[in-house]
Every structure is written in structure tokens, then in C-alpha cells.
């Protein structure tokens, strides 16, 4: 997960699939790209279906590299 303010949103890097973005931005006012999320405030985005997003990209990375 990583995390850029930037002059006209906030940019939220995520790694996990797609479907998961989607479902977020259709019901959080946001933007999205491959792995991206890009939000005015967080105040616009539904916290606990972001925290599912950010727990599965996690799981995601932990999968594809081990430690």
C-alpha cells in the first residue's frame, strides 16, 4: 500500500485485483487506475470497504513474495 498526497487528490497505491477497485469507486466518489485510487478527501470514500481493498492487497503481496 503506499500513499502519495498530491496537489488535487490523493493518490492511493494498491495491489490487488481489479474487481476490488471497482467495487470501491461505485460506491466512494473516486478515480481509479491499474493499481491506483485517486480521491478528492477521504471523507469521499468508504473507509471500512477501503480497509477490505488495503487487507487484500496485502494478502496479495504476501502471496506473490513470501518471506
Known amino acids: 500500500m503506499g500513499f502519495s498526497p498530491r496537489k488535487t487528490n490523493l493518490v492511493l497505491y494498491v495491489t490487488t485485483r481489479l474487481d476490488d477497485i ?3 469507486a ?5 478515480k481509479y487506475g491499474v493499481s ?7 471523507d469521499d470514500i468508504d473507509r ?3 480497509k477490505k481493498v ?8 504476501r502471496r506473490r513474495y513470501p518471506s
Open 48 to 50: 471500512e470497504l477501503l
Open 36 to 42: 491506483c485510487l485517486y480521491v478528492k478527501t477521504l
Open 26 to 30: 461505485k460506491l466512494s466518489k473516486l
Open 54 to 61: 488495503v487487507r487484500a492487497s496485502v494478502a496479495e503481496v
Open 22 to 24: 471497482k467495487r470501491l
